[in-house]
C-alpha cells in the first residue's frame, strides 16, 4: 500500500539555524500539506500545495516559513531562522484532489534547543 | 468557540464494551468530516470519512447530523487495540483540516 514517508524522523537544532523537513508524498496524489502538532496540543494546519504553488497558509506559516517541490517527488518545508516554539512534530499529508481523503507521513520531531 | 469540539476523555472501557465519542463543530459551511486515529507520537491515520447517510465499518459506525453540527463515532465489542486517541477533523470550503483535540479511549484487558 503506498504511503507518506517523511525524513528525517527526529531533528534537533540550535535555535537561529535553518532546518529543512523532507516528504515524499504518495505519488498520483495534486494535494500537498504540512501540519505540525505541539506535543500535547492538538494537529494545526500550516500550508497547503498545488499546481506548484501555495494554495492556502495559516499565520503560523510567517515568512521564516517556505515550502517548494523541488523535483516533481520531493515536497519540503524550510525553516530559516528556527525558534524554541518551533519544537513540534511536523506532518506531510497529501490527497487526489481537495476534499477527498489525506494521508499523513509518520512525521519529523524537531526539537529546536 | 472552538471550530472542532471533542470531550477529551479519557475513557477507560473494559474488552468487549461499546463505546460512542461525539464532536461538534462551529462552521455549518463544513463540507466533509472524518474520524481519524493518532497513536502515541504518531501520525494521525484516517479511520472514516463520515456522511449524512451514516456508514459503518466492521465494529465502527459513523453518523453525522449536519442540522445539529455534530458528529459521533461508535465503536461496537471493543478491543485492545482500540486504545488509541480518536480525532474528529472537519473539512471546510478549502482543502486544510481543522482537528478537534481528541479523545483518549484506554481498553482494558
Known amino acids: 500500500e503506498p504511503e507518506v514517508t517523511q525524513t528525517p524522523s527526529h531533528q534537533v537544532t540550535q535555535m537561529g539555524q535553518e532546518v529543512i523537513l523532507r516528504c515524499v508524498p504518495i505519488s498520483n496524489h495534486l494535494y500537498f500539506y504540512w501540519y505540525r502538532q505541539i506535543l500535547g496540543q492538538k494537529v494545526e494546519f500550516l500550508v497547503s500545495f498545488y499546481n506548484n504553488e501555495i494554495s492556502e497558509k495559516s499565520e503560523i506559516f510567517d515568512d521564516q516559513f517556505s515550502v517548494e517541490r523541488p523535483d516533481g517527488s520531493n515536497f519540503t518545508l524550510k525553516i530559516r531562522s528556527t525558534k524554541l516554539e518551533d519544537s513540534a512534530m511536523y506532518f506531510c499529508?497529501?490527497?487526489?484532489?481537495?476534499?477527498?481523503?489525506?494521508?499523513f507521513g509518520p512525521g519529523t520531531r524537531l526539537t529546536v534547543t | 468557540r472552538k471550530e472542532v469540539e471533542q470531550d477529551p476523555g479519557p475513557f477507560n472501557v473494559p474488552e468487549g464494551a461499546t463505546v460512542a465519542f461525539n464532536c461538534t463543530y462551529s462552521n455549518s459551511a463544513s463540507q466533509s468530516f472524518f474520524w481519524y486515529r493518532q497513536d502515541c507520537r504518531k501520525e494521525p491515520k484516517l479511520l472514516m470519512s463520515v456522511y449524512s447517510s451514516g456508514n459503518e465499518d466492521g465494529r465502527f459506525t459513523a453518523q453525522l447530523n449536519r442540522a445539529s453540527q455534530y458528529i459521533s463515532l461508535l465503536i461496537r465489542d471493543s478491543k485492545l487495540s482500540d486504545s488509541a486517541t480518536y480525532l474528529c477533523v472537519v473539512n471546510k470550503d478549502t482543502d486544510k483540516l481543522i482537528f478537534g483535540t481528541g479523545t483518549r479511549l484506554q481498553v482494558f484487558p
Open positions: 499529508a497529501s490527497e487526489t484532489g481537495a476534499g477527498y481523503e489525506q494521508y
